[in-house]
């Protein structure tokens, strides 16, 4: 019987001095929240939470229009053709990431609108302004890596 209420207080221990460290880990997963800049400068991806998952969508692009005819530029690269028609300002290229702790974000996708792909990724904080994102096919070393800026908003 002692035995038993010696194991139900180390559980009961270990429980209570872990729970800082979890509270602490998801402000850490917070951290890739913000506006940032992919290193071509030609977009701006604004990365929120959604329930326990990171998404980011294009909010800014430094060509908004098609040079032709003037509209808003569309995602015309989609291999879905209904989707020919979705601009890509506000478009959500970045879905489903979830924070697997220690500064790295997994099991989510990215969207290439320059070629229609989307591919498996993998993003790494190096620093609080630093991200490295790997989108990958199957394997991470078939892949390819940007680093992307976190931008500073002037209010």
């Known amino acids: ?3 038993l209420i010696l194991i139900f207080l180390a559980v009961a221990a270990t429980t209570y ?3 800082p460290v979890k509270a602490q880990d998801k ?14 400068g030609k977009a701006r991806i604004k ?3 959604i329930a326990d998952k990171y998404y980011g969508r294009i909010v800014w692009l430094k060509e908004p229009n098609d040079p032709v005819t003037g509209e808003p530029k569309l995602d015309k690269n989609n291999p879905d053709e209904s989707m020919h028609s979705a601009p890509l300002r506000g478009y959500r290229m970045l879905k489903d990431f979830e924070y697997q702790g220690d500064g790295e974000w997994s099991e989510g996708t990215i969207y290439d609108p320059e070629n229609g792909n ?3 990724s993998v ?8 991200l490295d994102i790997r989108g990958y096919i199957g394997m ?3 892949g390819r890596s940007d680093v992307w800026k976190r931008l500073k908003i002037k209010r």
């Open 1 to 3: 019987m002692k035995r």
């Open 17 to 19: 001095f872990a729970t």
């Open 27 to 40: 402000e850490g997963a917070d951290a890739l929240i913000g506006i940032w800049e992919p290193s071509h």
């Open 123 to 130: 993003i790494k904080l190096k620093d609080e302004n630093t």
């Open 118 to 120: 989307t591919y498996s």
């Open 47 to 49: 990365i929120d939470k």
């Open 140 to 142: 991470k070393t078939f």
